[in-house]
DNA sequence: AACATTTCATACCAGGCGGTATATAGTGCG
DNA sequence: CGCACTATATACCGCCTGGTATGAAATGTT
């Protein structure tokens, strides 16, 4: 994040691309392919630069990897923390699901979950960005359970209910979903799913 | 399938491997790393055996993972169609999350599930092979949903439940699962969301 | 023993990978 | 202008990938 007060004019030749609109095509990229799916040749040549480019803008691979994971979180997973904001239990759940299948089937080719595909398609090398996605996800998991925990609390759950368990059993579907975008799955069928297992949600 | 009584006498050299022994440990490197993630070198390695030998025996490196795909879903899928023999609706999922459970967590490191690891994972490439693990999974879940139609029409789900919807969405938490599984997550977590969801599940 | 046949082990191949050296072109400053 | 500085484009590097050519070793047949 630059501060803009504190930055001086650039004194050499001034780049001619745009690192934003760059690294929002290296995300696309990498959404399509995963991380070790995604070649050098093809972010380059999705992102309009050249090889050095990168390299001198965004570090290595792996660090445009992460810069791509922030700007996913903060745009497409922004749902989630909206989500924890519905009066209900049962809404947060629902904006969940609904947030989730508005990611998942993103009007682009680009199907499924940025962080499953890197979660799961990484077990080979880049132990790093394994630990650095399940981090992310933990702590998405500890938010929602708190807000369930205040549910129950609040009598907004009936009372017995395990906060921990039901937002595991939440985040576990969302997974589901995002590997059933990832196959041949329409939009209709995990609107399906999403409905039976709403139906299935414990009320008050 | 060798038709042992047709085969005549082997004329040249004998192998010195086990070709069943050999792609059971290449089925353990391919579910550690997915298709894509398997070199050569490491799946050599773990069979005990050079690269022209795996190509004599095997053909190559698609077809061995096919082979090796045809193995797991008969050893280790084997709980699905047991599963489906279960006299109640319930009773399927039962045994469906649980044997998913025995499978995800194996006694060797190797964790999650080979169908999504492969499904995720190559989105690159081997797009015949992503159709062929597709394939396998939508004949499951036909097989899913008829056996909840039976569980319908015998009275042995609520009236008005709709088989294909509870077929998806069990088949989702099993996803679900998988995921999970391939994190961090350990086999007591993964026990509580399966215990979450059969409490979720209708009753007649 | 000589042969045909099959497997084995070593070395090798072209191609793609992530990453970089180098030289040129464009900028603000003095 | 010349200078310091930074981005650009091209070409290149070592390494690993899936896949193979080749010759030796081990069998059954004649």
Known sequence: ?????????????????????????????????????????????????????????????????????????????????????????????????????????????????????????NTTEAASIREHVIARRKSSETALIARFERALAEGDLPPGSRPEALAQCLFTILQGLAVKAQADTTRAELEMVIGTFLAMWPSR
């Open 1 to 121: 994040m630059k501060c803009s007060f504190t930055s001086t004019k650039p004194r050499g030749r001034p780049r001619e691309f745009d690192p934003d609109a760059a690294l929002g095509n290296a995300l696309k990229v990498f959404w399509k392919h995963g991380y070790e799916g995604a070649s050098l040749a093809e972010l380059t040549e999705a992102m309009g630069i050249t090889k050095p480019s990168l390299y001198a803008c965004f570090g290595n691979k792996e660090a445009l990897f992460k810069k791509a994971l922030d700007l996913y979180e903060r745009d497409k997973l922004a749902y989630i923390g909206k989500a924890l904001e519905a009066p209900s239990a049962r809404g947060v759940a629902e904006r969940l699901l609904n947030g989730s299948l508005e990611t998942y089937c993103g009007s682009a080719g680009a199907q499924g979950c940025l962080g499953v595909i890197s979660l799961v398609a």
